[in-house]
C-alpha cells in the first residue's frame, strides 16, 4: 500500500535562510507525488508535482522538490525563506489503484525574522 | 473561474443532529473528494465521487456517513446523528478525473463543531 512518512513535525528556520522540508514515499508502481500548503483555517493549496521526467520540479512561490528516487524522497526546498512561508505543509501520493491522495501528517513550518 | 466552493463554511450541531456538508467542484471538474482533518493531525480521504457514481468509499465510516454527487447540484456529505468525535474540518477537493489529471484543488472547507 501506499504511504508517506513525514520525519519532522516542525521545521524552525531563520528569514532568508534555505528551508528543507523533507518527505519519504512508499508505493508499488511509479510515484506520483505532491506537495500541499494550508495557511491557517483555509483549505490547502497545490505547490508541485512529480509525475514524470526531470528530478527536481519547480512550483508555486519559488518552492521546488527533488525526487530521488534511491532514497525514496520528496523533499520540499525553497533556497531563500520567507517569514509568509509560514503554514503546514503536507506531502502526498496519488494511490495506485484509485485517484485518493494518501496525505502524510503535515510539517509546520515556521520562519522566524 | 472560481475554485471548489463549499458551505457552510462552519457548522454547528448538538449530538444527535444531522449534519450537511456541500461541495462545488471547480467549473469543468466531474470528479469529487471529501477528506477529512481532524485537530492536528493530516487528511483522511473519506470518499470519491463521479456524477451519480460513487467510486470509492473505502475512508467512510461504516454508520451515519453518506455522500451523493447528483447529476445536477453540489455533491453533498451527510452524517446522521453527530457525535463529538465528528468534530473536524471536511474538504472536498476537485479534479477533472482520468490518466492525467493529476492534481486535485481544494475547497474551503466546513468546520463541524459537535456540542
Known amino acids: 500500500a501506499q504511504s508517506v512518512a513525514q520525519p519532522e513535525d516542525q521545521v524552525n528556520v531563520a528569514e532568508g535562510n534555505p528551508l528543507t522540508v523533507k518527505c519519504t514515499y512508499s508505493v508499488s508502481g511509479n510515484p506520483y507525488l505532491f506537495w500541499y500548503v494550508q495557511y491557517p483555517n483555509r483549505g490547502l493549496q497545490f505547490l508541485l508535482k512529480y509525475i514524470t521526467g526531470d528530478n527536481l520540479v519547480k512550483g508555486s512561490y519559488g518552492f521546488e522538490a527533488e525526487f530521488n528516487k534511491s532514497q525514496t524522497s520528496f523533499h520540499l526546498k525553497k533556497p531563500s525563506a520567507l517569514v509568509s512561508d509560514s503554514a503546514l505543509y503536507f506531502c502526498?501520493?496519488?494511490?495506485?489503484?484509485?485517484?485518493?491522495?494518501?496525505f502524510g501528517t503535515g510539517t509546520r513550518l515556521q520562519v522566524f525574522p | 473561474n472560481a475554485g471548489v466552493m463549499q458551505n457552510p463554511r462552519h457548522l454547528v450541531r448538538r449530538r444527535g443532529q444531522e449534519a450537511r456538508l456541500r461541495c462545488s467542484p471547480m467549473k469543468g471538474h466531474s470528479h469529487v473528494y471529501w477528506y477529512r482533518q481532524l485537530p492536528e493531525e493530516g487528511l483522511k480521504f473519506m470518499v470519491y465521487l463521479q456524477k451519480e457514481n460513487i467510486i470509492d468509499e473505502s475512508g467512510m465510516p461504516k454508520e451515519r456517513f453518506s455522500a451523493e454527487f447528483p447529476k445536477e447540484g453540489p455533491s453533498i456529505l451527510r452524517i446522521q446523528q453527530v457525535v463529538r468525535g465528528d468534530s473536524a474540518a471536511y474538504f472536498c477537493?476537485?479534479?477533472?478525473?482520468?490518466?492525467?489529471?493529476?492534481?486535485?484543488?481544494f475547497g474551503p472547507g466546513t468546520r463541524l463543531t459537535v456540542t
Open positions: 502526498a501520493v496519488r494511490d495506485d489503484n484509485t485517484d485518493k491522495l494518501i
Open positions: 477537493a476537485s479534479s477533472t478525473g482520468g490518466e492525467t489529471a493529476y492534481e486535485q484543488y
